[in-house]
């Protein structure tokens, strides 16, 4: 059975860090690409963060500098380090898996604010 689950959000004030973990488990990780992706209220899901199985990553300008993802096959776990956080980075961040069919978790909220 395939599974990816988000862990790590929460509350933090503007300008902290947070570290989010997708554990994944039911497919062989390293053959996929892993992403991040997010979801404020009222608006559509974006990607926020992407690792290819070659090693490359890609980020939007709107996290570029701020957000690093990171992928550890040996524990099939992909990361997303969030630093400098701002408000609009509140949303409920999901985590994909891409490859010989797409999986995704069931999120888990961030929430920047004082």
């Known amino acids: 059975q395939v599974q990816l689950v988000e862990s790590g959000g929460g509350l933090v004030q503007p300008g902290g860090s947070l570290r989010l973990t997708c554990a994944a488990s039911?497919?062989?990780?390293?053959?996929?690409?892993m992403s991040w992706y997010r979801q404020a209220p009222g608006k559509e899901r974006e990607l926020v963060a992407n690792?290819?199985?070659?090693?490359?990553?890609y980020y939007p300008i709107s996290v570029l500098g701020r957000f690093t993802i990171s992928r550890d096959n040996a524990k099939n776990t992909v990361y997303l380090q969030m630093n400098n956080l701002k408000p609009e980075d509140t949303a409920v961040y999901y985590c994909?898996?891409?490859?010989?069919?797409?999986?995704w978790g069931k999120g888990t909220l961030v929430t920047v604010s004082l």
């Open positions: 039911g497919f062989t990780f390293s053959t996929y690409a």
């Open positions: 994909r898996a891409i490859g010989g069919a797409t999986y």
């Open positions: 690792s290819y199985i070659d090693g490359r990553t």
